[in-house]
């Protein structure tokens, strides 16, 4: 997929760091909260603004959760599946986004409205079952409540 990340706008974030390696992760943590991923044209200015090689970079990314490498949905769906959310229908709720969205876990659709991940717990077993859609929590599912919240989404 075409990066979608203006590469202009990579220069002015760029201007807005020092230069120096202990900047590195929040330098890409500005880049994705503006491109909303990591775009790969980023990693060689990344690692010449914060003195490391651009395989330390790829690095970072890679082992960190946080950042992603390609192009997420407008609405990121995160579907608990931590023993909590098992137990009371967690895997209901996984199979009724699925459905609704079309994807599995991992993708985005093809029309880029939805990114779908699964998370081993929340942090709110006790409204289990539990999704996080674009941040915001939504416990004790069930498969009409899931498709009423995914239809509201942009
Ligand atoms: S197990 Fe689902 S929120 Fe903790």
Do not use: W
């Amino acid at each position: 997929m075409a990066s979608e990340c203006d590469i202009t706008r990579l220069a002015e974030i760029l201007g807005r760091f020092q230069r120096d390696r202990a900047i590195l992760i929040p330098l890409l943590q500005e880049v994705q909260a503006v491109c909303g991923y990591i775009p790969p044209e980023a990693i060689e200015p990344v690692a010449n603004h914060a003195g490391v090689f651009p395989s330390e970079v790829t690095g970072v990314i890679s082992f960190y959760a946080q950042f992603y490498t390609s192009p997420r949905g407008r609405n990121v769906i995160k579907v608990c599946r931590g023993t909590a959310c098992h137990v009371r229908g967690g895997r209901t709720v996984l199979q009724t986004v699925m459905k609704c969205t079309g994807i599995k876990d991992g993708e985005t659709s093809e029309d880029m409205r939805f990114s779908l991940e699964t998370v081993a717990c929340l942090g709110a077993c006790a409204l289990s079952p539990v999704m996080v859609a674009n941040g915001r929590y939504y416990g004790m599912l069930n498969p009409g409540r899931i498709e009423a919240i995914l239809k509201d989404l942009p």
